[in-house]
């Protein structure tokens, strides 16, 4: 019979792998305690931080509109007003907003006067602009192009209350929601039914008054 060299090849690789295992305890040895723990954090934040997106994404209150964004920062000149911090809480206005609605002929029938749709830009510094657009009536009126600054006058629910820049009253709006406008009062005239502007998904910031100065609204951003 061949004699087997099975067990001696079997011995002589015996130092070979106490050796590996010193070094494999030493590895072992050497990593934080919390080394496994900091892997699965690290792998939890990866996944934060792609959910999450980029911070230099621009946020809705950075729209720059060509007006309402010369406010002065909290701390900055005299301590606001009672009034001005109840328009700071307005939370419908903490951003540019515009609405759009159609409002028929307040004064009369249809054949005295056009319905007109309305497109109402909000500033939270306290300035609006407005294109009121005629449809129908005896004949095609120009587009009407007003500003003015928006005060709140009432908080549950949030009502405003629009001034045209030499102070006349221009119009009254309760926030059914944060998206939707009810009209209380349009050109001084209170509507018998309701009719109501809606939020749209983008700012229009009514660029054929852009020639004109901003307002000092006196409104704290």
């Known amino acids: 019979m061949q004699r087997s060299d099975s067990f001696p090849r079997f011995f002589r690789s015996l130092p070979a792998m106490a050796v590996a295992a010193l070094l494999l305890a030493g590895c072992a040895q050497h990593r934080e305690p ?7 954090d690290n792998t939890e934040s990866d996944a934060r931080h792609q959910a999450q ?3 230099d994404a621009i946020a809705p209150s950075q729209i ?3 007006f309402g964004e010369n406010a002065k920062k909290p701390g900055e000149g005299n301590t606001p007003s009672p009034q001005a911090q109840a328009q700071a809480a307005l939370r419908p206005l903490s951003q540019p907003r515009t609405f759009l609605g159609t409002v028929p002929c307040l004064i009369g029938s249809s054949t005295e ?7 109402l ?12 657009h005629y449809l129908g009536g005896s004949g ?4 009407l192009l007003e500003q003015g600054c928006w005060e709140a006058i009432g908080m549950q629910p ?3 209350l629009l001034q045209t820049g030499s102070k006349q009253n221009k119009a009254d709006f309760t926030f059914v929601t944060d998206n939707i ?12 039914l309701e009719y109501r502007l809606t939020r749209q998904a983008d700012v229009d910031p009514i660029d054929e008054l852009s020639a004109k100065a901003p307002l000092d609204c006196g409104k704290t951003q």
Request: charged share 20%; with cysteine.
């Open 34 to 40: 919390n080394y496994y723990s900091m892997q699965r």
């Open 53 to 55: 997106g980029r911070h």
């Open 64 to 66: 720059q509109l060509g």
């Open 113 to 119: 006067c056009a319905a007109s749709r309305i497109t």
């Open 121 to 132: 830009t909000l500033a939270p510094t306290g300035e609006w602009r407005a294109r009121t």
């Open 140 to 143: 095609q009126q120009p587009d």
């Open 158 to 160: 949030a009502r405003i």
């Open 181 to 192: 406008l009810r009209v209380n009062m349009l050109n001084n005239i209170r509507p018998k």
